[in-house]
C-alpha cells in the first residue's frame, strides 16, 4: 500500500443509534446547505437517482436517507454495506420491504465479504472524507469497489473537499472540530487529486464540483 499511514483511532461508531436521529436534519439538511452549499434535495437526491439501479450496493450507508427515498423496481437487488453494524441495522430496518443484503465490511481494509459479486451501480456517498489518510488511501476503496462493478456499471459518489474548497465561517469551523475530532479527515482532501485517483483505477471519469463538495461518477474499470 502506498501514501500515508491508516490511523487505526478512527471508529465509526461516532454513528450510532442517536447520532442517526439526527443525521439527516444536521447533516443532510443543515450543513449540506449552509456550511458546504451543495443542497442535499435539489443536487444530491437527484444525482442518487439518476445512477441508482436494480442491482445496486450502497457503500456506507449512514442513516440510509437517498436509499429509502429511491423507486424500488420488483425485481429489485440492494445491497448494504458498511463497517459500522448499527448503520447496517438502522438502514436494513428502514428498507426491510426491500429485502436488502448487508454486509460489514471495512472499505480500507476489506476481507472479501462481497465475494464475487457484481453491481450495475455503486453509490460512495460521503464516506471519503471520513476516512483517514491521503486520496492515495482512499483511493484503496476504488480499487475494491471496481472489482465489484458490473461491465458498463457506474461508481459514483460525493465527498467534501479540504480547506482548498474555501469554506465560509460554518464550514470552516465544522471542517475544524469534526478534522480535530477524527469524524472527518479531509483537511488536504482536493478535487485534483481526487481526480488523479479516479484516473488511476477507471477509464472514463467526470468530476464536478458543487459549492465545497466534489460529485463523481466513475465507469470503465482499469483492472
Ligand atoms: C457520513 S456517513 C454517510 C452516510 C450516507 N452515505 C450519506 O451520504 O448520508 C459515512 C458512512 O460511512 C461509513 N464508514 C466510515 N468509514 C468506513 C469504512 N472504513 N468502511 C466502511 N464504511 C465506513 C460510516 O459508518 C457511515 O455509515
Same mark, same amino acid.
Given at each position: 500500500?502506498?501514501? !500515508? ?12 443509534? /442517536?447520532?442517526?436521529? !439526527? ?34 450496493? %450502497? ?22 454495506? %458498511? ?8 438502514? $436494513? ?19 472479501? @465479504?462481497?465475494?464475487? $459479486? ?21 483511493? @484503496? /476503496?476504488?480499487?475494491?469497489?471496481? @472489482? ?40 488536504? %482532501?482536493?478535487?485534483? %487529486? ?10 472514463? /471519469? /467526470? ?14 474499470? $482499469?483492472?
Amino acid at each position: 500500500m502506498k501514501g !500515508f499511514p491508516v490511523s487505526e483511532n478512527f471508529d465509526s461508531r461516532i454513528y450510532g443509534r /442517536v447520532v442517526l436521529k !439526527f443525521y439527516n436534519f444536521i447533516v443532510l439538511n443543515i450543513s449540506n446547505r449552509l456550511a458546504w452549499g451543495c443542497s442535499t434535495r435539489s443536487v444530491l437526491l437527484p444525482f442518487f437517482q439518476e445512477n441508482f439501479s436494480d442491482n445496486h450496493l %450502497d457503500a456506507g450507508v449512514g442513516s440510509g436517507y437517498y436509499l429509502e427515498r429511491m423507486p424500488f423496481k420488483i425485481n429489485q437487488s440492494l445491497t448494504l454495506l %458498511d463497517k459500522n453494524e448499527v448503520c447496517l441495522s438502522v438502514a $436494513k430496518g428502514k428498507l426491510k420491504k426491500n429485502r436488502p443484503e448487508v454486509i460489514c465490511e471495512d472499505l480500507l481494509s476489506p476481507v472479501g @465479504r462481497l465475494g464475487n $459479486k457484481k453491481f450495475k451501480s455503486i453509490s460512495l456517498f460521503y464516506v471519503l472524507h471520513c476516512l483517514q489518510g491521503g486520496m492515495s488511501v482512499k483511493s @484503496r /476503496v476504488f480499487d475494491y469497489l471496481k @472489482r465489484h462493478l458490473d461491465e458498463g456499471g457506474v461508481l459514483y459518489g460525493a465527498t467534501i473537499l479540504g480547506y482548498e474548497a474555501i469554506h465560509n465561517k460554518f464550514g470552516y469551523q465544522l471542517m475544524r472540530f469534526y478534522n480535530k475530532k477524527k469524524i472527518f479527515c479531509n483537511g488536504l %482532501d482536493s478535487a485534483y %487529486d481526487l481526480t488523479v485517483e479516479l484516473n488511476a483505477h477507471f477509464s472514463e /471519469v /467526470v468530476v464536478k464540483r458543487v459549492g465545497r463538495v466534489a460529485i463523481f461518477s466513475v465507469r470503465h474499470p $482499469k483492472i
